[in-house]
Nanobody, 122 residues
Framework: QVQLVESGGGSVQAGGSLRLTCVAN?????MAWFRQAPGKRREGVAY???????AYSNSVKCRFNISRDSAKTTVYLQMNMLKPEDTATYYC???????????????????WGQGTPVTVSS
């Protein structure tokens, strides 16, 4: 069973940066970051696979960067030029089951971290 632990969330002013970290207890070919704001659906933010290919949601493209370690147990999310609309709880996801729903659909993943809150003030 894959276990994930996120860290790095916090409060920052608009325009600032944060770096999130997610550590897994075992190798994962595919890992992703999602976020969920109050009253909204969980949405995919960024994805990385075993070949280091990445994908981003349009809302964070060019501002966020996902990366991972060579052991493929840790994934990072560097968040720059943060905006108030980035405020959410950020979740790490892994153990993708490839149901054909797309990398940014939460139903593709069965392992989730506990979430780390990010608050961006204007």
């Amino acid at each position: 069973q894959v276990q994930l632990v996120e860290s790095g969330g916090g409060s920052v002013q608009a325009g600032g940066s944060l770096r999130l970290t997610c550590v897994a207890n075992k190798y994962n070919a595919i890992m992703a970051w999602f976020r969920q704001a109050p009253g909204k659906r969980r949405e995919g933010v960024a994805y990385i696979n075993e070949r280091y290919s990445t994908a981003y949601s349009n809302s964070v493209k060019c501002r966020f960067n996902i990366s991972r370690d060579s052991a493929k147990t840790t994934v990072y999310l560097q968040m720059n030029m943060l905006k108030p609309e980035d405020t959410a709880t950020y979740y790490c996801a892994a153990d993708r089951r490839s149901r054909g729903l797309g990398w940014d659909n939460e139903l593709e993943y069965v392992a989730w971290g506990q979430g780390t809150p990010v608050t961006v003030s204007s």
